[in-house]
């Protein structure tokens, strides 16, 4: 046990150095203090380290420790002071990182030491794209970055767990938990939008729009059709792509809350995938891909705090209602009703669906939700009807359907 320790805590100073190595750090005129083998060396130096710790020679351990820290240290001032160097510390401070990885993984958080080690190489590898990402972020995304941690820090262990409000069953800690992952989500849509940039190309948009609310990129996309009738080919061809993204969004909230759900829904909404990938990637090979789509406003925030809250409020609804059904409905009384919430929200459909707390059978669960989407996409394709133009209504219209026509395939087979 004790090598098995060892070893991780090494290989954690070994991929480290390696790419010190790659990267021309640890040699040449701007060589840095430590290569492949010090980094080696330090990892395993925090991994007896941690060995000490446990077995009640703290003493031993943190002297250890400081030494180590002094060499990463005096390695800095040294090479700072060179004669035209850098003040990046980059390499020092990945010294660092392996030498308290390697206590980690010493005291026996393995796998922890692994994946904060490959987090480590993984920065040191990319700091290109690291560099240019942070290049397309502005004071907002920092802020909203700031404030989702301050959320998840701070606000949710305050909160009560419940249940509260009798037959309400309003559990303050879990709707805060809700509210945190779509916000979380929208925030991902809203980075890889910005990183994409503007000028892509409708079926782009719509699919990082897709990730915010497919509902909502339609009934912009079907407003913006009736000023810009040109365009109405990639226009539906991003409404497509939202709703086709709507698919795994579903299942990665699914899988969060209850894997058993997210099983039965893999097979279930494999048909309405495939056409949705199918309609995108024909309407992204004719005249949908060279477009320069005005951006789909949906909130202010990268967070979208606001919508996720509504959302979590729509949740508990579907929540109250699932259980009503459950305890006073017909045995059949599910499916309508998660038709009827599908029309509000996918979402809160497939959260309250999912939960762990009183869990419903994954198999009638996921074809409830199933039954959600469809109503959904049907809803949809009213609003690109009613509001759309020419071709875009066309197009979107025949689209939605084929969705449909899939998603009621998922319905029979599961």
Not at 83 to 105: C, F, H, N, Q, W
Not at 184 to 205: D, E, P, Q, S
Request: hydrophobic share 55%; aromatic share 6%; charged share 15%.
């Amino acid at each position: 046990m004790v090598a098995s320790r060892l070893a991780i805590a090494a290989l954690v100073g070994l991929g480290a150095g390696l790419e010190r190595e790659w990267s021309g750090h640890a040699s040449g005129p701007d060589a840095r203090f430590a290569g492949i083998r010090t980094f080696t060396l330090l990892g395993l130096i925090g991994g007896i380290a941690g060995s000490f710790a446990i077995e009640s020679y703290g003493g031993l351990a943190a002297a250890l420790v400081g030494l180590a820290g002094a060499l990463c240290v005096a390695g800095y001032v040294v090479a700072t002071r060179q004669p035209g160097a850098t003040s990046d510390g980059t390499t020092e401070a990945a010294a660092l990182a392996v030498i308290a990885l390697g206590v980690v993984a010493g005291m026996g958080d393995m796998g922890l030491a692994a994946a904060a080690g490959a987090i480590v190489v993984l920065l040191l590898r990319e700091k290109e794209r690291v560099h240019w990402l942070v290049g397309k972020l502005d004071e907002p995304e920092l802020r909203a970055g700031v404030q989702f941690v301050v959320l998840a820090i701070v606000v949710l262990p305050l909160l009560p767990d419940g249940p509260f409000l009798g037959l309400l069953a309003v559990r303050p800690r879990s709707l805060w938990a809700i509210v945190l992952l779509f916000s979380g989500l929208n925030f991902a849509g809203f980075i890889a939008r910005r990183t994409v940039g503007a000028n892509t190309g409708m079926a782009i948009a719509g699919a990082l729009g897709g990730v915010i609310s497919s509902t909502a990129v339609t009934l912009s996309f079907s407003r913006q059709s009736r000023d810009d009738q040109p365009s109405s080919a990639s226009l539906a061809a991003g409404v497509l792509a939202a709703c086709t993204v709507l698919v795994p969004r579903v299942v990665l909230v699914s899988a969060v809350l209850n894997p058993g759900v997210a099983l039965h829904l893999l097979p279930a909404l494999a048909p309405m995938f495939l056409v949705g990938v199918i309609l995108v990637a024909i309407a992204w090979r004719g005249d949908g891909r060279n477009e320069a789509p005005a951006p789909v406003t949906l909130e202010e925030s990268p967070l979208h705090l606001a919508a996720a809250i509504r959302m979590a409020l729509l949740f508990q609804v579907a929540i109250v209602a699932i259980a009503y059904v459950r305890r006073f409905g017909e045995g059949g009384g599910l499916y309508p009703t998660a038709a009827l919430l599908g029309l509000t929200d996918v979402d809160a459909l497939t959260v309250s669906l999912s939960r762990p707390i009183d869990p419903i059978v994954p198999s009638e669960a996921a074809r409830a939700i199933l039954i959600g989407i469809v109503a959904n996409t049907v809803l949809k394709l009213s609003i690109a009807a009613l509001i759309g133009r020419a071709a875009f209504r066309r197009k979107t219209i025949a689209g939605l359907a084929c969705l449909a026509l899939g998603g009621v395939v998922g319905v029979l087979v599961t």
